[in-house]
């Protein structure tokens, strides 16, 4: 069971920035920790006709880190970050994309996201998406519906995935 920080009380009654960051925290976790107990085989196993996978799904979320954490305030291209062009295309698997590798990638992504909004208020302005100016509360608000809407998938996948190798055994 993936712990809980948004319901602790102290999370309650906390400023608002820190009950973002505790919501987004818990779902970047259930995300990353959806991979765990896998095999390889399984990670990249496809259930719908989608690109969707649950190794692809993690992947995706360190773009989505990298475009609103990195790309959103440091104003960099994404050619420059060294990510792909279209969210699509984050869902791409290589092979060398493990559970390993892609829970460590996003690990780092997660954790330099914390980085570039250290010094930011959730009023301060990021400049670099294309939508124009957006305060920060925006980009943790769209963040965690975006990682929200993934655990959902993650959940769905992984429950497939593991009833289907209990009906095997």
């Known amino acids: 069971m993936v712990s809980q920080p948004s319901v602790r ?12 960051e505790a919501f987004l925290d818990e779902h970047r976790s259930a995300l990353h920790d959806s991979l765990n ?18 190794l692809g799904l993690v992947k995706h979320a360190a773009f ?9 305030i440091s104003c960099r291209s994404r050619t420059e970050i060294g990510i792909p062009a279209t ?3 984050s869902f791409d698997l290589h092979g060398g994309d493990t559970i390993a590798s892609v829970q460590d990638a996003y690990q780092r992504a997660c954790a330099a996201s914390r980085r570039a909004t250290a010094d ?13 100016p957006l305060p ?12 929200a809407q993934h655990c959902g998938h993650a959940d769905i996948l992984r429950e497939q995935i593991l009833d289907g190798a209990a009906r095997h055994d």
């Open 9 to 20: 009380a102290a999370v309650f009654h906390a400023p608002y920035r820190e009950q973002f």
């Open 37 to 54: 107990g896998l095999t390889e085989e399984q990670a990249r196993r496809s259930l719908v006709t989608s690109k969707t996978t649950l």
């Open 64 to 72: 989505v880190e990298k475009v609103w954490f990195d790309e959103a």
């Open 87 to 89: 969210p699509d295309e």
């Open 120 to 132: 930011l208020t959730l009023d301060d302005l990021v400049l670099g998406n294309r939508r124009g």
């Open 136 to 147: 920060l509360r925006w980009v943790y608000l769209h963040t965690l519906r975006e990682l």
